[in-house]
T-cell receptor
Framework: DAKTTQPNSMESNEEEPVHLPCNHS???????IHWYRQLPSQGPEYVIH???SNVNNRMASLAIAEDRKSSTLILHRATLRDAAVYYC????????????FGDGTTLTVKP | ETGVTQSPTHLIKTRGQQVTLRCSSQ?????VSWYQQALGQGPQFIFQ???????GRGNFPPRFSGLQFPNYSSELNVNALELDDSALYLC????????????FGPGTRLTVL
């Protein structure tokens, strides 16, 4: 199964941009790259997803390397509410629903 | 609020027992997936149901089984509980036409003694 590798933890100051990296060197052609985040005592929350091109939404931006072996989630202005565990996930479009989670990056936002 | 609810919130069982966990989602959420999340780790995919049939499975033994009902609810059943089954169990649903965004429930914390 394709795996993702993320740093265990990162810190950011409030209102500064945050770049969360993810390596997925064994990604297959049918894998979508998804990002979710999880607050304590809650289920994961969808952030963004992409296949090949960079993506933007109201929460974040996703930059995907040209070879698709890595990606970066960008939070443009971190807030205290963005403190969470961020998961980079490969979701196979052909193997219905199979999502490979890593152990995530714990983001700490300092005021 | 994702509109996905799970019950019970917490559950304690002993080794060898059987357990049923429940998940309820909104109208139009026709796909449900179940995940197991051990403490300090990311969720692990158990299986997915679509139109009341299992159509995808992770590396979990057959004693993990499920059901999906026409009213957008589902169940996860685990037989012959083992100590390593202690975890947070999450269900996630997707809407018709929006396969890529999963809506997770808050989870059921299962403790096996």
């Amino acid at each position: 199964d394709a795996k993702t590798t993320q740093p265990n933890s990162m810190e950011s100051n409030e209102e500064e941009p945050v770049h969360l990296p993810c390596n997925h060197s064994t990604i297959s052609g049918t894998d979508y790259i998804h990002w979710y985040r999880q607050l304590p005592s809650q289920g994961p929350e969808y952030v963004i997803h992409g296949l090949t091109s960079n993506v933007n939404n109201r929460m974040a931006s996703l930059a995907i390397a040209e070879d698709r072996k890595s990606s970066t989630l960008i939070l443009h202005r971190a807030t205290l509410r963005d403190a969470a565990v961020y998961y980079c996930i490969l979701r196979d479009a052909t193997n219905a629903g199979k999502s490979t989670f890593g152990d995530g990056t714990t983001l700490t936002v300092k005021p | 609020e994702t509109g996905v609810t799970q019950s019970p919130t917490h559950l304690i069982k002993t080794r060898g027992q059987q357990v049923t966990l429940r998940c309820s989602s909104q109208s139009g959420h026709n796909t449900v997936s179940w995940y197991q999340q051990a403490l300090g780790q990311g969720p692990q995919f158990i299986f997915q149901y679509y139109r009341e049939e299992e159509n995808g499975r992770g590396n979990f033994p057959p004693r993990f089984s499920g059901l999906q009902f026409p009213n957008y609810s589902s169940e996860l059943n685990v037989n012959a509980l083992e100590l390593d089954d202690s975890a947070l169990y999450l269900c996630a649903t997707t809407r018709v036409g929006s396969y890529n965004e999963q809506f997770f429930g808050p989870g059921t914390r299962l403790t096996v003694l």
